[in-house]
């Protein structure tokens, strides 16, 4: 059964609230509005399980008054004079921390007597799903440690660096099409450009005067 300072604290932290004076006005409001709903035997099964202060204030209400979801957060938004919005989630935090600190049998009880949006808001937290570790094989647990199978690491591999045929495997790739490096075009490898001369000329044009 969660303390009456324990459950002050979680929700002071959870709501954001200043301190533990607010919390207990929190705390308190959205009791009595709950209290107002309830029948008296369901008030008193419920006060029995809370801490003495809450208890007290708990027993204080005026039962047995007929209201919706939306009525019970406008009446707590009124009494911690909060915008509505906070009230809701107030309310919220309040009556799923009561629900953790209420006995099963009480928090069945409490749940029968209320209508199912206001019965809703009494759930448990569930328990945090823990996380499913992988567990790698030692010494081939990675990408850059190898691959099942292989003897060696990514790292360590020497792929071939082209196909049989790849003009990246040749010394000279575009060796025929390179100005530094081609035999030149048809002409100029017959000595048949301006340079050299033109058909039927004994002497270049260099030598022309």
Request: charged fraction near 25%.
């Amino acid at each position: 059964m969660m303390t009456h300072d324990e459950l002050l604290s979680h929700v002071a932290e959870h709501a954001g609230l200043p301190g533990r004076e607010e919390a207990e006005r929190t705390v308190g409001a959205v009791l009595s509005v709950l209290g107002e709903r309830l029948s008296w035997p369901v008030v008193q099964a419920l006060a029995e399980d809370l801490p003495a202060p809450l208890a007290t204030r708990l027993r204080d209400v005026s039962p047995h008054q007929d209201f919706n979801l939306a009525e019970l957060h406008a009446r707590v938004a009124g009494r911690t004079r909060v915008p509505l919005g906070q009230a809701v989630e107030h309310t919220g935090l309040v009556c799923q921390f009561l629900a953790e600190t209420l006995s099963p049998g009480t928090l069945h009880r409490l749940r029968e007597a209320l209508p199912g949006p206001m019965s809703a808001l009494f759930t448990p937290r569930g328990p945090v799903e823990g996380f499913e570790y992988v567990h790698l094989e030692p010494g081939r647990g990675t990408l850059a440690e190898g691959r099942p199978g292989s003897h060696h690491p990514l790292s360590e591999a020497r792929p071939e660096r082209a196909h049989s045929h790849s003009v990246v495997r040749a010394d000279n790739p575009h060796g025929d099409t390179k100005l530094s490096s081609s035999i030149g075009f048809t002409q100029e490898r017959e000595e048949e450009t301006l340079a050299a001369g033109h058909p039927g000329s004994d002497r270049p044009l260099s030598e022309w005067e």
